[in-house]
T-cell receptor, first 116, second 114 residues
C-alpha cells in the first residue's frame, strides 16, 4: 500500500487558465475528500465522494470548481478560469469506515497551486 | 462553523507536557486530531467518538467532553519529533450517520526544544 498520491505536486499557472489535479486514494478506500489549505490555516473542506457519488460540495466553492471520481477510484479536481485567490495547497484524503480506526483520513502530499 | 483551538502556540523543552484544546459551538459526532509538519501532509493521531470511545496511537491521549463540545489533546514527556502544527477536526453527525466530513480548527503550533 503506497498511500494517497497526488499529481502534480506543484502547479504554476496564469490567471484565467484552467488547471486539473489528480488524486489516487489508498486502494479500496471508498471515501475521498478534497480540502484546500492556505498558509497558517487548517484544511478547509471542499467536497467528498463515497465511491463514485459526490455527496457534498462546500458552499464556499464557486461554479469554477468541479470534481469527479469516475468508477470510484481516482479523483480529479478542476479549477476553471483561475484567480489569484485560488492559490493554495490542495489536499486529498481517503478513508474506509470498515478499516483501521474507522473514519481516520489519510492525506496525500498535496498539490501546491500558484496563480500569477 | 470552525472549531476554536487554544493555545495558538506552545514552546516546550524535551520531557515537558502540553495540553491543546479544541472547542465547538455545535453538537459533535466526533473529534479528530492531526499533526502536520512544515511542508508535509497532516498525519492522523486520534479519533474521539460521541459516547466516549477513543481510537488512536498509544502514546497520545485525549478527552472529549460531550456536554461542553470540547476536546483536549494531552502530550506527555514531549520529544523533539512532537514539533509541528496540531489540528482538531470536528464532525457533526447527520442523523447518527458519519461521513467523515471534517471542519478543522486554525491549528496550534508546538515547538519542542532540546
Amino acid at each position: 500500500d503506497t498511500g494517497v498520491s497526488q499529481d502534480p505536486r506543484h502547479k504554476i499557472t496564469k490567471r484565467g487558465q484552467n488547471v486539473t489535479f489528480r488524486c489516487d486514494p489508498i486502494s479500496e478506500h471508498n471515501r475521498l475528500y478534497w480540502y484546500r489549505q492556505t498558509l497558517g490555516q487548517g484544511p478547509e473542506f471542499l467536497t467528498y465522494f463515497q465511491n463514485e457519488a459526490q455527496l457534498e460540495k462546500s458552499r464556499l466553492l464557486s461554479d469554477r470548481f468541479s470534481a469527479e471520481r469516475p468508477k470510484g477510484s481516482f479523483s480529479t479536481l478542476e479549477i476553471q478560469r483561475t484567480e489569484q485567490g485560488d492559490s493554495a495547497m490542495y489536499l486529498c484524503a481517503s478513508s474506509h469506515p470498515g478499516q483501521g480506526y474507522g473514519n481516520e483520513q489519510f492525506f496525500g502530499p498535496g498539490t501546491r497551486l500558484t496563480v500569477l | 462553523q470552525q472549531p476554536v483551538q487554544s493555545p495558538q502556540a506552545v514552546i516546550l523543552r524535551e520531557g515537558e507536557d502540553a495540553v491543546i484544546n479544541c472547542s465547538s459551538s455545535k453538537a459533535l459526532y466526533s473529534v479528530h486530531w492531526y499533526r502536520q509538519k512544515h511542508g508535509e501532509a497532516p498525519v492522523f493521531l486520534m479519533i474521539l467518538l460521541k459516547g466516549g470511545e477513543q481510537k488512536g496511537h498509544e502514546k497520545i491521549s485525549a478527552s472529549f467532553n460531550e456536554k461542553k463540545q470540547q476536546s483536549s489533546l494531552y502530550l506527555t514527556a514531549s520529544q523533539l519529533s512532537y514539533s509541528g502544527t496540531y489540528f482538531c477536526g470536528t464532525e457533526i453527525g447527520a442523523g447518527g450517520t458519519s461521513y467523515g466530513k471534517l471542519t478543522f480548527g486554525q491549528g496550534t503550533i508546538l515547538t519542542v526544544h532540546p
